[in-house]
């Protein structure tokens, strides 16, 4: 039988991933971490809309590094066309 901690535990990630747009692929905010345990309800909501807006700004930022890594890639070669090494 399961403790009534996992219960809950259980039952807060089931709470905030239905508020998430997508379903994520981890525990949202650490969830089986010992101070997942005391939150009152107002923060546990908090933790969940704080942890969407990390999920965004870490889409946001990966778009912006894969597009600076193609615009390196593309100086590089024709750094390399320029210089005969084709």
């Given at each position: 039988m399961k403790d009534l901690s996992d219960i809950a535990i259980s039952a807060v990630a089931a709470a905030v991933q239905d508020l998430m747009e997508q379903e994520p692929k981890e525990a949202p905010f650490e969830l089986g971490a010992p101070w997942t345990h005391?939150?009152?309800?107002?923060?546990?909501?908090?933790?969940?809309?704080?942890?969407?807006?990390?999920?965004?700004?870490?889409?946001?930022?990966?778009?912006?590094?894969?597009?600076?890594?193609?615009?390196?890639?593309?100086?590089?070669?024709?750094?390399?066309?320029?210089?005969?090494k084709n």
């Amino acid at each position: 039988m399961k403790d009534l901690s996992d219960i809950a535990i259980s039952a807060v990630a089931a709470a905030v991933q239905d508020l998430m747009e997508q379903e994520p692929k981890e525990a949202p905010f650490e969830l089986g971490a010992p101070w997942t345990h005391h939150p009152n309800p107002e923060e546990l909501e908090r933790l969940a809309k704080l942890h969407r807006r990390i999920q965004r700004k870490q889409r946001a930022l990966s778009a912006l590094i894969g597009e600076r890594k193609t615009i390196m890639d593309r100086c590089i070669r024709r750094q390399r066309r320029t210089k005969g090494k084709n």
